[in-house]
């Protein structure tokens, strides 16, 4: 974890480095050359030039040249800010760790003028894809097309009108493509990539999100799938999110759009210098990692377990393709709920995702 945490703070520092050079140099004062070429009778008519100006502009009304006041660059002058950043995540994990690192690499980047207070929330139902952190920043924490359906679905009648009238409601199913169960979406480095892409080239898709979000990181869990070996689907006693388990989940660190369009702009550039597509991609790896090393001990520790009945899901299991029939149709649900919802052909943009993913994957 200390490797990890370093290699981020690198990453981080890097960032912030290179986006400082970009416009830390400064050009040659022209008019220090001025100054050497300069005669005294050209001295004599630029002090001519410039007293008729200094008259001119004295005889123009006061109301006529004032102009609104532009955004002051100097931190002294744009204020600090200091932001709650909530996670379920103690700092011990971790992935607490490497947050409470990337809240520490915000302050850096601004010189200290603004701060996240890294704040874990003890009731994880607060951190559910129905969230409005208002004014805080925070990481959404664990969303997927699995945890959608069971309330899209099967919520009462109050929880699932709570779900629907939620602002950030239509922002976020169309992401949750990529955690599609048994749909060919395993590695989540590459799903990363694709959410990431979508976001700066698709405007439609971008603009759901935009709605409510400003987007800071974003990252996908690499999927592990178990079952319960006893069951297969049946519309009676089959539930996906408890009889499957270890699926990819969409992790959002960010802020309401409100929120963001309130810090100045200088602050904002910062701040995106030391988040966006690499440091999403830093966390992706971590969980991928995660999941090949955990694969390898569930295969044996999983029917050992007091959960004895659960075995990884893989293509050797025998009813495999009973669990891959359900998920088909899974799928054709969602793609009718998310074209629902978003007035986007779902199927063509599930087709499309596809595609971008075999793509990426085969890098």
Known sequence: MKKFIALLLAGLMLVSALGGCAGGSSAPDPASGQKQAETSSEKSEAA????????????VPEEASEEAPEESS????????????????PEEYEIGAALKAYCDA??????????????RIQDPAMMDSAIDFGDAFGMMSGFNAVKRYMYYH????????????APNYESLILPEVVTLPL?????????????WDLYEKDSA???LIDEFYKPLI?????????????????VDVFQPERDVRGGAFIYLVCCTNDLWERLPAAYQEKIEAVSGREISLTFAQMFKDSRDQNAEEWAVSLPESWHGQYVLLNPENDNYADYQNYFDAFTADWIKDA??????????????????YAAEASK
């Open 74 to 89: 100097e931190p002294e002058e744009l204020g600090d800010f200091e932001y709650r950043f909530l996670t379920i995540y």
């Open 183 to 195: 749909q060919g979406f395993d590695d989540g480095v590459a799903m990363t990539n694709v959410l």
């Open 48 to 59: 001519e030039s410039k007293a008729q100006e200094t008259s001119e502009q004295a005889s």
């Open 218 to 234: 974003v990252f996908v869990s690499s999927p592990l799938y178990y079952a319960d070996e006893r069951l297969t689907p049946d």
């Open 339 to 356: 074209a629902e919802v978003t007035e986007v052909d779902a199927e063509a943009f599930l087709a499309k995702v596809k595609e971008m």
């Open 154 to 165: 099967q919520a009462s009648e109050e929880e699932y009108k709570k779900i629907l009238d």
């Open 205 to 207: 898709y971008a603009s």
């Open 106 to 119: 915000v302050e850096t980047a601004t010189d200290g003028h603004v701060k996240f207070i890294y704040e």
